[in-house]
């Protein structure tokens, strides 16, 4: 059995708490029922050599961490029922005015932390370089060694022994040195008043951020042992990573503001809404709350007196979808949504904040509202109260209206009663709600979804075999392109003459291989073909949706096409070319909603799938709209597909008509789905039907072309670009459409900064630190926005000479999934670096989120992962973020390349995915990688010192 120390031990201890925390089970005391739960549950979830129960229960007793009475054991921890957090800290008043390092975590919040950086029994670690909270950072620059001390001080009255001392995890670039060998593994006396030095030194060839966990252990006579742990970073960066570099210390968001107090609300004063709104309300909107017990039964959980119901829960939730438990499944998936979202939004609650009087309204920062954390849009509504009132009874608390979100400020609108009150520098307590109309629109729509008739489109069985045609379809093509594939060509022609009826036709495949612009031919074709047709498009996002309407428009006159926007999107993101078709009426300034007798004179009309829902509030009369399109469709749940297609508008009384749904069932997966009580159905629509329905499915002759075209052509992206992605996500059926002529796909071939020529992929390593600033839970990442900007000054700056092909900023994208590092790039590329600021139109390259990029193409993309910290990948799990452990943004990001891809991130971090460990040893084979060296290794010492991180011992 491997030895552990009391540090590491405990640290497997403090893992282990919060793992009880994370699966609620935080308040079990009984040893033997939580030996039961390490062994088999805890121990069994990671690789790395773990202590035995009790081992690391006498290690946390020794750390005073937990209290042992007989059979009984209590946990030094604060009592939350909640899935895990990113921001909750253990309170304090103490801890409030705890220093903040210069960036990242606040480190002495967690208890466990502050144990493991403390001084003990008189003897403290120093350094010249000290940051605060067990931080020790010094800087360095390139080809210049730079060493610096690191003291140990034995300041109390007796004797010490430093028994080992430990570097974890530590990057080449940086070692230790110590003249008496105490870094080799001898033992050292510690006399009272005595020191003893520890150099760090770093020497590094490029800029980034070396560190590494120290920990010093030591004993005392008669039988003390004690450990004391540093986080030792040096830090290579240049003028402009230092200008991007955190404004302000991160901290953390407060707990949760649960007041068990009367409330009186002031109602605050919603945004005008001028929404000129004439469009009927004849289906209304019910409420569609949960019902209380079913809160009781999860909070009680499965071995309780609410047993039965729990199993009741989970016998619906695993049995298969059909006609007869539609509307109870989905109706008990969305309150679990719910449910969940209530618990996710309490992390957003703030304490002692101020806002600013801007005329009527006052205006609060929110770090992380453009991240959708919290989701805030205009109309929606918060609370705040003074925060020298918290613990009054009753309690006043105003009703604040969100008028506009800017990046990280929503200006709110309050009662005047506050306004007449307000003073500047008065603090609040605010807590967040989040908007229930999607889901009051989904639970509709499950609702209508179970009316007669419909079960043949969604469990659809045959088709009629019949085409709307009685002769062959002879179009005319507005793609011309499409006219050379075989597949595309004979989706538009088994969509337009309506074979699959009643069935949904679906078209699926791989990134690029032209769904969007056989959905978007398949459009114009109906519209040309059936004078009296009338089309309902959506997509789940904005963007997508602008997408089908910029396709569409480009051969139907915009005045046939009406581009349906909720009022709570800012006008000021709409596309310019989409705006003569769009609901906004200059005049008023507002967009509005025209009666259904106005909007029938539109034959197409294009909307979320979510502002669909407003349509089936109209009423349409039955089969009104002809012809249902869903693009996107694997991006959407199915709830939300079925609002498109659930309401009265339906095409299922109508004699031409049908639905369309495309998609890729690997794309980027819906977000409603529970899955944080691991009850998890987050598939869409077009992913049940291809899986579950023997119409959909391939048999020896393939998929029948009736019901559902693949595509496997792509057209987009340099052969080189996909080989990856289509190994790993597309089983290698992917084909890459060679041209004749000029292939933009081969302009970047030759580009001099390619490590390889003939090879347009460069994966460029960067060791660097995930940063966070201010209140904003967002990362970023300097010393990769150094690198992104230097080729972007290659690109840019070339204009067509050498070897650098012509491209303009609009010809770029730059992908990154955290918010903070998109700010953080548009800031280096339109304020700081003094060439590319100076370009006319640098605003037109696009810097955004995966999502951002959904079905969008750029000649070049850059790709910023910013992960630099191993720990945060199961933060990044548990909150959708990123791309480590999500294969499917991975996908997406790369595929959206045509002919150069530039990947900028840590090699170290990322090969810990095996799916990025393929792109990284793919790049590093055909020669396209350079940067900091990716060498493959991992140890369990690295497991252990990324565990100590995982008690955020850095800065
Ligand atoms: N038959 C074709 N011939 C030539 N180019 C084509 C053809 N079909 C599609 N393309 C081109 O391929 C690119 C990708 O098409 P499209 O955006 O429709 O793909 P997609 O499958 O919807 O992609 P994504 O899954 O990323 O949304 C576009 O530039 C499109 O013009």
Not at 50 to 71: I, K, W
Not at 446 to 465: E, N
Not at 742 to 757: A, G, Q, S
Request: charged share 20%.
């Amino acid at each position: 059995m491997p030895r552990f120390s009391v540090a590491e031990a405990s640290l497997w201890g403090c893992q282990f708490v919060q793992f009880l925390q994370d699966t609620g089970r935080e308040q079990t005391t009984l040893r033997e029922t939580l030996r039961t739960i390490y062994n088999q549950e805890f121990r069994g979830r990671t690789e790395a050599r773990t202590p035995n129960f009790s081992c690391m229960l006498f290690a946390l007793r020794t750390t005073h961490q937990v209290q042992v009475r007989g059979d009984l054991v209590k946990f030094k921890v604060k009592r939350h029922v909640v899935v895990a957090d990113q921001y909750r800290r253990a309170r304090s008043n103490a801890q409030t005015s705890v220093a903040a390092s210069a960036s990242g975590q606040q480190l002495s919040s967690t208890p466990q932390m502050a144990e493991l950086i403390r001084g003990k029994h008189g003897v403290e670690i120093t350094s010249d370089y000290d940051q605060g909270n067990g931080n020790i950072r010094f800087p360095v620059v390139p080809g210049e060694p730079q060493t610096v001390a690191v003291l140990v001080q034995n300041r109390g009255t007796e004797v010490v022994t430093l028994q080992r001392f430990q570097a974890q995890q530590q990057a080449r670039e940086l070692s230790f040195t110590d003249e008496q060998g105490a870094v080799q593994g001898r033992s050292l006396l510690l006399h009272p008043g005595g020191m003893y030095p520890i150099q760090a030194r770093c020497l590094t060839t490029c800029n980034g951020h070396f560190s590494a966990v120290v920990s010093f252990e030591f004993t005392k006579e008669p039988d003390v042992s004690f450990s004391i742990s540093r986080y030792v970073a040096a830090v290579a960066e240049s003028q402009l990573a230092k200008d991007l570099g955190p404004s302000a210390p991160f901290q953390p968001y407060e707990a949760s503001l649960q007041h068990h107090v009367t409330v009186i609300t002031e109602d605050g004063i919603p945004p005008d809404s001028s929404l000129k709104n004439e469009l009927e309300r004849e289906i209304p909107l019910g409420t569609y709350q949960y019902p209380k017990s079913l809160k009781n039964t999860i909070l009680l959980g499965p071995n309780t007196s609410a047993s039965s119901s729990w199993a009741a829960m989970r016998s619906l939730l695993e049995a298969p979808l059909q006609a007869e438990n539609y509307y109870q499944k989905f109706q008990l998936l969305l309150h679990l949504e719910e449910i969940q979202m209530e618990v996710d939004i309490r992390r957003y609650d703030m304490q002692d904040v101020t806002m600013v009087q801007e005329r009527a309204l006052l205006v609060l920062d929110v770090p992380g509202v453009a991240e959708n954390r919290p989701s805030l849009l205009r109309g929606d509504h918060l609370f705040a109260h003074l925060s020298s009132e918290r613990d009054h009874s009753p309690l006043v608390r105003y009703k604040g209206y969100v008028h506009s979100v800017e990046l990280d400020r929503v200006r709110l609108g309050f009662s005047s009663k506050l306004q007449k009150k307000f003073v500047k520098n008065l603090k609040f307590d605010v807590t967040f709600t989040f908007s229930r109309l999607p889901l009051q629109v989904q639970h509709r729509a499950v609702v209508l979804a179970v009316r007669p008739g419909l079960s043949s489109l969604l469990f659809p069985s045959a088709s009629c075999h019949k085409s709307l045609f009685s002769g062959p379809f002879q179009p005319r093509w507005f793609n011309r392109k499409l006219e050379t594939n075989e597949e595309q060509c004979k989706a538009v022609t088994h969509i337009v003459t309506g074979v699959s009826r009643p069935a949904p036709y679906l078209i699926f495949g791989p990134p690029g291989t032209g769904k969007t612009v056989t959905m978007v031919e398949a459009i114009k074709q109906v519209w040309t073909c059936f004078k009296d047709a009338h089309i309902l498009a959506c997509a789940p996002s904005n963007s997508a949706a602008d997408l089908l309407c910029q396709c569409i428009i480009k051969d139907i006159a915009p005045q046939n096409v009406y581009r349906l926007i909720a009022s709570s999107r800012s006008y000021r993101e709409v596309p310019t070319d989409i705006r003569p078709c769009c609901n906004w009426d200059d005049e008023q300034s507002s967009y509005v909603y025209p009666s259904k007798k106005r909007l029938s004179h539109y034959r197409i009309i294009i909307t979320t799938l979510v502002t669909a829902g407003r349509l089936v509030s109209a009423n349409f009369a039955p089969g009104f709209f002809s012809h249902v399109f869903i693009d996107e469709c694997g991006h959407a749940v199915e709830p939300e597909s079925i609002v498109a297609i659930a309401g009265e508008q339906c095409p299922r009384t109508t004699p031409t008509g049908g639905s369309c749904a495309a998609g890729a069932p690997r794309g980027l997966s819906g977000l409603v789905g529970s899955h944080r009580i691991s009850l998890g159905t987050g598939t869409s629509l077009l992913e049940r039907l291809m899986l579950h329905n023997p119409l959909y499915q391939k048999s020896s002759g393939g998929y029948d072309p009736r019901f559902i075209t693949k595509l496997l052509w792509n057209y987009r992206s340099h052969e080189a670009i996909l080989r990856i992605p289509n190994e790993l996500f597309y089983d290698n059926e992917l084909k890459v459409c060679r041209s004749n002529g000029l292939d933009i796909r081969n302009l970047f071939c030759t580009w001099e900064e390619l490590p390889k020529k003939g090879f347009p992929i460069i994966f460029h390593g960067v060791c660097g630190e995930d940063q966070r600033e201010a209140k904003s839970p967002s990362f970023f990442n300097t010393a990769e926005i150094e690198v992104l900007v230097h080729y972007l000054r290659k690109l840019l700056q070339s204009r067509g000479r050498g070897s650098c092909p012509s491209v303009s900023p609009k010809e770029i994208g730059i992908i990154s999934p955290y918010r903070k590092q998109v700010e953080k790039i548009r800031k280096a590329i339109t304020c700081l670096d003094p060439d590319l600021q100076e370009l006319p139109d640098i605003s037109q390259l696009k810097v955004g989120s995966v999502e951002e990029f959904q079905g969008q193409e750029r000649p070049v993309i850059l790709i910023s992962t910013v992960r630099s910290c191993s720990t945060y990948i199961q933060f990044d799990q548990t909150f959708r973020l990123g791309f480590l452990k999500n294969p499917k943004r991975l996908n997406v990001a790369i595929t959206r390349a045509k002919a150069l891809l530039i990947v900028v991130g840590n090699p170290t971090v990322l090969s810990k995915d095996h799916h990025w460990l393929r792109f990284l040893r793919y790049c590093k084979e055909q020669g396209g990688y350079t940067g900091y060296p990716f060498e493959e290794e991992g140890t369990a010492e690295d497991r252990l010192a990324n565990d100590l991180q995982a008690l955020q011992l850095r800065v």
